[in-house]
């Protein structure tokens, strides 16, 4: 088998494993307030942006999404969210951020399911869809935001093509996501070879890791509560909790996690 072709392969299986994985975990947290599926920030000094008494028990994670959101004024903005998770960052910035109207979409069908009943904001839509194959008209929207999925898809740079096609001219794609050393050649490759102009580029390993280890025991309490035994190894590894592999290789640089901001030309 050619070696591009054994590479599609796994890349194929790993969204499968993903397509399960997912809505099984929807499953499983239904009843707990798991609002974020992402990994979570903390700066140094705190961000200490104000946050509604609802939103405080996921600052970690809402700072995330701010960090990476804030890059542009969203304000009047019309967004789309690809790969939105449970929703908790889609209904957060919909209610602090003020766009003019917000589209979350996720693979996840369960998910959106979830989101649909979770989260009733005005000017927030959510629908099922395939980050892949968006499924809107070219030059829809202002901004595109992506947080922590984009590892997940078989073709990233189909990805990176499909937000070019729907963002509008002077459009801005606003994302964050890590990859292990092994994989980072050909994510550089594809985000220099995309045709959006980089506008920032910062690594956040350490804002990241402050903001796992601010989580780190309620994950631990989530997992044990609601996997079964035989899975608390990937669940630590999904959460990013203390001494999990992802935990480990934040702290060694074996992965990098890193946002960007990139614009659209006219």
Avoid at 42 to 66: F, K, T, V
Avoid at 149 to 162: D, T, V, W
Avoid at 186 to 212: C, D, F, Y
Wanted: glycine residues 6%; hydrophobic residues 40%; contains cysteine.
């Amino acid at each position: 088998m050619p070696v591009i072709d054994h590479l599609f392969s796994i890349d194929r299986i790993r969204k499968a494993i993903w397509q399960w994985w997912y809505p099984f975990l929807t499953r499983r947290l239904l009843g707990e307030e798991v609002l974020f599926l992402n990994y979570a920030y903390e700066e140094n000094p705190p961000m200490a942006i104000p946050l509604a008494p609802d939103d405080e028990p996921h600052r970690a994670c809402i700072q995330l999404y701010h960090h990476v959101t804030t890059q542009m004024d969203l304000r009047g903005k019309k967004v789309l969210e690809v790969s939105c998770g449970h929703g908790g960052g889609a209904s957060y910035l919909t209610r602090t951020l003020q766009p003019a109207s917000y589209t979350a979409l996720d693979l996840n069908s369960t998910g959106i399911r979830f989101c649909q009943e979770r989260h009733r904001v005005a000017r927030l839509d959510f629908i099922q869809g395939d980050a892949e194959d968006l499924p809107f008209e070219a030059n829809t929207f202002d901004a595109v935001i992506n947080v922590e999925a984009s590892h997940c898809y078989p073709n990233f740079p189909k990805f990176l093509a499909e937000v070019a096609r729907v963002l509008r001219p002077g459009g801005h794609f606003l994302y964050a996501d890590f990859r292990f050393c092994d994989r980072q050649a050909e994510w550089e490759m594809a985000i220099a070879t995309a045709s959006l102009k980089i506008l920032s580029q910062k690594n956040i390993n350490p804002e990241v890791l402050r903001g796992l280890n601010s989580n780190s025991q309620r994950s631990q309490a989530l997992i044990a509560r609601h996997l079964p035994k035989f899975l608390n190894s990937l669940g630590r590894d999904f959460a990013g909790t203390q001494g999990s592999r992802i935990h480990r290789a934040l702290v060694s640089g074996e992965l990098s996690y890193r946002s960007y901001s990139f614009a659209k030309p006219v």
